[in-house]
């Protein structure tokens, strides 16, 4: 996917906008908020694994969750809306007394039954000790089948993103935000990739901190895309009076804000450079 001809779809995001404005935690919230954090697909509510102690259950769940994320659809452990997918799943020790029998189950947001299988784990498998690799192997065949159910015949993949660099501060309090808008994008179902990788779309940005008055600092972010050949897509805006004490002493949460406010425009932005791509 790239923008034909280079053209500039600009699109300001400002606190005189008609969007929230991006820095304050009760707007964002209301965009991204417990029970809604993809509005604008589906998504898929996974529920820790049920007859296994919680950190277990857990970490399982949020291993799915990372299955089904790479194949481009949102999902959250938990977290979902009335319209996303549900999958369950309920562990007993198994007949043969050396395996663990886990039963999952996928559900259509009507609560129709798409999915109902049953793996066998070994007793000597243990969630909160196995690595990343192990567990991401067993549950494979179960985020596929539910993958294969869930996305739509013929879907256009996801856009593959980069972010990189973000001029105008620290580069520990830079990666910061970048991951905090790399997490919402992957949540909003895209694949996020490291710099090094092939991707469609690239992302930076520049922060301005304008000077004290009062309490506030009023804190400004550009975020440029760019497509695979360099060509600017468009940028997105984002300024705000902030407290000075929430700029120093509480970065990550104003981080997650940020970013939270940022992909409904970064979103625009992609779905706007797509049409024009397929326009050619």
Same mark, same amino acid.
């Given at each position: 996917?790239?923008?034909?001809?280079?053209?500039?779809?600009? %699109?300001?995001?400002?606190?005189?906008?008609?969007?929230? &404005?991006? @820095?304050?935690?009760?707007?964002?919230?209301?965009?991204?908020?417990?029970? +809604?954090?993809?509005?604008?697909?589906?998504?898929?509510?996974?529920?820790?694994?049920?007859?296994?102690?919680?950190?277990?259950?857990?970490?399982?769940?949020? &291993?799915?969750?990372?299955?089904?994320?790479?194949?481009?659809?949102?999902?959250?452990?938990?977290?979902?809306?009335?319209?996303?997918?549900?999958?369950?799943? @309920?562990?007993?020790?198994?007949?043969?007394?050396?395996?663990?029998?886990?039963?999952? @189950?996928?559900?259509?947001?009507?609560?129709?039954?798409?999915?109902?299988?049953?793996?066998?784990?070994?007793?000597?498998?243990?969630?909160?000790?196995?690595?990343?690799?192990?567990?991401?192997?067993?549950?494979?065949?179960?985020?596929?089948?539910?993958?294969?159910?869930?996305?739509?015949?013929?879907?256009?993949?996801?856009?593959?993103?980069?972010?990189?660099?973000?001029?105008?501060?620290?580069?520990?309090?830079?990666?910061? %935000?970048?991951?905090?808008?790399?997490?919402?994008?992957? +949540?909003?179902?895209?694949?996020?990739?490291?710099?090094?990788?092939?991707?469609?779309? @690239?992302?930076?940005?520049?922060?301005?901190?304008?000077?004290?008055?009062? %309490?506030?600092?009023?804190?400004?972010?550009?975020?440029?895309?760019?497509?695979?050949?360099?060509?600017?897509?468009?940028?997105?805006?984002?300024?705000?009076?902030?407290?000075?004490?929430?700029?120093? &002493?509480?970065?990550?949460?104003?981080?997650?804000?940020?970013?939270?406010?940022?992909?409904?425009?970064?979103?625009?932005?992609?779905?706007?450079?797509?049409?024009?791509?397929?326009? &050619?």
């Amino acid at each position: 996917m790239r923008a034909g001809g280079g053209a500039l779809i600009a %699109l300001a995001i400002a606190a005189c906008g008609q969007v929230p &404005q991006p @820095f304050q935690p009760s707007l964002a919230a209301k965009q991204h908020g417990p029970i +809604a954090p993809a509005p604008q697909a589906a998504g898929v509510r996974v529920l820790p694994v049920v007859g296994v102690d919680p950190r277990r259950g857990r970490r399982v769940a949020r &291993q799915l969750v990372a299955l089904i994320r790479e194949a481009g659809l949102p999902a959250d452990v938990d977290i979902g809306n009335p319209a996303s997918f549900l999958v369950t799943a @309920f562990a007993q020790a198994a007949t043969d007394g050396q395996h663990v029998a886990i039963d999952w @189950f996928l559900d259509r947001p009507d609560g129709a039954n798409l999915i109902e299988r049953r793996q066998l784990w070994p007793l000597s498998s243990d969630p909160a000790e196995d690595s990343t690799a192990s567990l991401r192997a067993r549950l494979a065949p179960i985020a596929e089948a539910m993958i294969t159910v869930m996305q739509p015949v013929g879907s256009q993949p996801p856009a593959r993103l980069a972010l990189g660099d973000i001029d105008g501060m620290d580069a520990r309090d830079g990666g910061i %935000l970048a991951a905090a808008l790399g997490r919402a994008l992957t +949540a909003h179902g895209f694949r996020v990739l490291p710099q090094t990788a092939t991707v469609d779309y @690239f992302i930076t940005a520049e922060v301005s901190l304008g000077p004290v008055q009062g %309490l506030h600092r009023r804190l400004g972010l550009s975020w440029a895309v760019f497509d695979d050949h360099g060509r600017a897509v468009g940028k997105v805006d984002q300024s705000n009076p902030v407290a000075i004490q929430r700029l120093s &002493q509480s970065w990550p949460s104003l981080a997650r804000d940020i970013a939270a406010a940022a992909v409904p425009g970064v979103r625009q932005l992609l779905a706007q450079a797509a049409a024009a791509a397929a326009a &050619q």
